[in-house]
């Protein structure tokens, strides 16, 4: 098991958090199809006492197959970026990472 992320930094110029939630996040999910078997949106909140989160949102999408996410983004990744501008002028920070 494979978990993508892609989190939007605390400072980024625009974020539109509920486009995000409830359009890129999902269309993602679902150009990944079955190789997708969990997905989460996440927004920071401040939390008394503690420091301020270096992000404003993030998403983790859980796969199984690198090879099929890697397809999928080399099929649809034009689709994919072209679609950020929409809620964002900032590009994320991406991660991959194995799920142990």
Do not use: K
């Not at 939007?8 to 409830?22: I, V, W």
């Not at 999902?26 to 199809?33: C, E, H, I, S, Y």
């Not at 992000?55 to 072209?82: K, N, R």
């Amino acid at each position: 098991m494979f978990c993508a992320s892609v989190v939007y930094p605390a400072d980024a110029e625009r974020f539109d958090a509920e486009y995000f939630a409830t359009q890129h996040a999902p269309m993602f999910a679902r150009l990944l199809g079955e190789n997708c078997v969990r997905w989460e949106v996440h927004r920071a909140l401040a939390t008394p006492g503690a420091p301020t989160s270096p992000f404003l949102a993030a998403a983790y999408f859980w796969v199984t197959s690198g090879e099929l996410f890697g397809a999928t983004l080399a099929e649809h990744g034009e689709e994919i970026y072209a679609d950020i501008p929409r809620f964002s002028a900032t590009q994320p920070a991406r991660g991959w990472a194995e799920v142990l």
